[in-house]
């Protein structure tokens, strides 16, 4: 358990603040006026139009997070001792076995552009506006 709250406990204040700023712009925005003049509810006001138009950067803000998770991986798995792919580069870097430690940064940079892709891909999916989605 300790592990994993180790790795999750690092990006989540900096992601809800990130939320809250930009529900905070969304709130700002005119048409959460206009739907709220409409006389829409204000859960709905909150979660269809305002949460929905925040969500854009937030999902690229976890695509860019994903190098900073796979680092802290390497770290967690040598402090805690893990089986894992961190380890194994600890190990093969204190070895200097030079071939596993480049198929694992290989690994490792085509997990972050994946990532990347993912974020790119969900973040137009994510985005209200017209003839912008997939």
């Known amino acids: ?3 994993v709250v180790t790795l999750a406990i690092v990006g989540v204040a900096g992601t ?3 939320v809250r700023g930009a ?3 969304a709130l700002r925005q005119p048409f959460v006026r206009a739907a709220r003049a409409k006389g829409l509810g204000e859960t709905r006001v909150l979660l269809g139009h305002a949460l929905r138009n925040a969500l854009v950067p937030v999902v690229t803000l976890f695509g860019l997070q994903l190098p900073a998770l796979f680092s ?3 770290f967690v798995e ?3 001792a893990w089986p894992g792919m961190g380890r194994v580069t600890v190990q093969a870097v204190l070895a200097r076995d030079y071939p596993v430690v480049m198929a694992s940064t290989a690994v490792f940079a085509a997990l972050v552009v994946l990532g990347n892709l993912l974020a790119d891909l969900l973040a137009s999916f994510a985005d209200p506006r017209p003839g ?3």
């Open 1 to 3: 358990m300790l592990p």
């Open 132 to 134: 912008r989605s997939g």
């Open 23 to 25: 529900m905070l712009e």
């Open 72 to 74: 802290g991986v390497v």
């Open 16 to 18: 809800a603040r990130y």
């Open 78 to 80: 040598a402090i805690f």
